[in-house]
């Protein structure tokens, strides 16, 4: 069974269209890690098509606080301020859909979809500290995270080695493909679709392969100017249009 695995979506429409545009025909199933929507201008079509093509959703923080599940009182201002934008702009039956997301740990076939960690949903897993004690909890040999917007991961092998899984990005959109090692234990996170917080500002996904038991990480240029024209459209702060460009 091939996946593909989108996380950290934020309401960014023409940065999710380009990842399905590389992903076409490339995988039968896909599942997304939670944040549809926040920050970005296209809510509701975003939400809409994701509501078409996955087979698997998990909600995270931004969904939560869009949906009115959270107040959003550990948002920044600008978080916080898109979250209440959006509550605005969502139809009544993308917001009701954002109500029902479950919360992960969703166990697939083989795998789990967690948002932030398999403890605690909002926790960012971003230096070997966090990794490694979330890695020896593992119950299955492989777990896909999102939330901190920073595509690869972390493996501990069968030898109780800690590495990390950085992602090299070259010119066909393919960064890195990993393979997943008997006795090993594996947290990968497919990097952000729609707000890249690792220095490079296009869209990120991964594929995977059950059947042979490979990840692929994928990187994809999108019309930015036209993704930063719609959030100066909607009013929405000029931070949120500028730091795409940096991948920051």
Known sequence: ???????????????LESCLE???????????LGDLVGYGPDPNAVVSRMRQLTDAIIGGN?????????DAEDFNVLAKLTAFWTRQALTPENFDFLRKLPAGPLLMEGFELVHGSQTDEDE???????????LKMLTLQLVFFGHTHQQGGFVLDRLGRLQSVDCFSE???????????????????????GQPRDGD????????????RIVSFHRVPYNLKRAQDR????????????????GR
């Open 1 to 15: 069974m091939r996946y593909l695995v989108l996380s950290d979506i934020h309401s960014n429409l023409e940065a």
């Open 22 to 32: 590389l992903a076409d025909g490339k995988y039968d199933a896909a599942v997304c």
């Open 62 to 70: 931004h969904d939560k606080a869009c949906a009115g599940l959270s």
């Open 124 to 134: 960012y897993i971003i230096g070997p500290t966090q990794a490694l004690a979330a």
């Open 171 to 193: 010119s066909d959109g393919r960064s890195l493909v990993l393979p997943l090692e008997n006795g090993g234990r594996y947290l990968i996170n497919p990097g952000s679709v």
């Open 201 to 212: 500002w296009r869209a990120a996904f991964a594929l995977y392969d059950s059947d042979s």
């Open 231 to 246: 959030i100066l459209a909607a009013n929405l702060p000029q931070r949120l249009a500028t730091r795409l460009a940096a």
